[in-house]
């Protein structure tokens, strides 16, 4: 059992590698001990987000209530054929993540197989389901159990996936749209976006990241530094987003290069370790 697990905790961290550079670079400064749980979770969420999103040649509602089903039968089995559930529900158990995450964050999944004009409601569950219980995943295994420290970061963690999400659905505006018919913007219309409505959405992204940025100072030490990681370069990817006009962000996806990306790990490891962080 012990080589199952290990080599599905290889898969999950293949398919973090594969698909997202900066969470790599940001789960690598994890203290070692949360790398395989946070790669497990990261290929959980991944998979379902890839159903919903690139499936389309496929029954996509179908093959995300398979997935569920599976999802929590190897919770409750404590077992799956599948890696990336079986690595998923090691962590799920071990560290004693609520299946009301689970459950919401899989609702936000099946809200993407709908077409919907997300009301302020909406957006708000959309955002908890898809990014804020993803964020409070994590934070059961970087507070190995301690309850009371879970609960005075749970805001905060909140404020950082809420964040990290925002700024997704800013820089994908054009893409979502096009590829998906996908507007997350209450009372937003893509063919009258303009600067006046991206600067509304930009203050209330700058809020997010303020209040998540004292959570992550108070994050211990072994998980701090790569979440910070995650933090400065969605920070860098926001302001680089706020400094274009809304026709630039409906016509080209902004990225942040990879020399720009390693700057940015050099700077946080040097603040880590002049405890600046």
């Given at each position: ?64 209530t398979e997935f569920s089903r599976q ?9 799956s054929l599948n890696p990336v559930l ?192």
């Open positions: 059992m012990d080589l199952f697990k290990d080599t599905c905790l290889k898969c999950s961290k293949l398919i973090t590698e594969a698909y997202s550079t900066s969470f790599t670079l940001g789960i690598k400064t994890l203290h070692r001990k949360f790398h395989d749980p946070i790669y497990a979770i990261y290929g959980f969420v991944r998979c379902a987000d890839e159903i919903v999103d690139t499936f389309h040649e496929h029954d996509k509602r179908k093959l995300l999802t929590f039968e190897a919770i409750e089995q404590g077992i079986h690595a998923f529900q090691c962590v799920v158990n071990e560290y004693k993540i609520d299946r009301a995450y689970i459950e919401a964050f899989l609702k936000s999944m099946a809200m993407d197989l709908e077409d919907h004009v997300y009301d302020p409601s909406l957006y708000k569950e959309y955002i908890y389901g898809s990014a804020e219980v993803v964020g409070l995943m994590c934070l059961k295994v970087f507070c190995e159990g301690d309850e009371e420290q879970f609960e005075r970061l749970k805001k905060p963690a909140c404020s950082l996936g809420a964040a990290f999400q925002k700024v997704n659905f800013l820089r994908d505006m054009q893409s979502d749209f096009k590829d998906r018919g996908r507007v997350y913007f209450p009372a937003v219309n893509i063919h009258t976006f303009n600067n006046v409505c991206k600067a509304q959405i930009e203050a209330d992204i700058a809020q997010d990241f303020e209040d998540a940025y004292a959570g992550i100072l108070a994050l211990p030490r072994s998980a701090r530094m790569g979440v910070y990681l995650a933090y400065v370069y969605y920070l860098k990817l926001f302001r680089k987003i706020k400094g274009l006009p809304a026709t630039q962000i409906l016509n080209e996806r902004v990225r942040v290069p990879d020399n720009t990306k390693f700057a940015l790990l050099l700077g946080s490891y040097v603040r880590y370790q002049l405890n600046a962080i």
